[in-house]
């Protein structure tokens, strides 16, 4: 069974990182690919970034290009968004999924499934 689970948010002054953990379970994650997802409160599911299963291709949001960086450690079968440079508008639910198949758009989370729980995220002073 396909299992995700994401941790390392928590609360951070504006200007400030976090590193977030996407850790798999039930497969080997380095033959899939893998989306991060943010959702605010009263806002749409938003696709932050994703990384190919080969490492080969990754995307980035308009909003968060230049501060996040997504990135896999195969042997610990993790995958990881280090966010830099954090905004108050960052602030968010941030997921971790798979999606259904090669072809989707890291844009619609609706391409994805197997989502984890997810991890709060909060930038305030």
């Known amino acids: 069974q396909v299992q995700l689970a994401e941790s390392g948010g928590g609360l951070v002054q504006p200007g400030g990182s976090l590193r977030l953990s996407c850790a798999a379970s039930g497969f080997t994650l380095d033959r899939y690919h893998i989306g991060w997802f943010r959702q605010a409160p009263g806002k749409e599911r938003e696709g932050v970034s994703c990384i190919g299963s080969s490492d080969a291709s990754s995307y980035y949001a308009d909003s968060v290009k230049g501060r996040f960086t997504i990135s896999r450690d195969n042997a610990k079968n993790t995958v990881y968004l280090q966010m830099n440079s954090l905004k108050p508008e960052d602030t968010a639910v941030y997921y971790c999924?798979?999606?259904?198949?090669?072809?989707?758009?890291?844009?619609?989370?609706?391409?994805?499934?197997?989502w984890g729980q997810g991890t709060q995220v909060t930038v305030s002073s």
């Open positions: 999924a798979t999606p259904f198949g090669s072809d989707y758009d890291c844009r619609f989370s609706n391409d994805f499934g197997s």
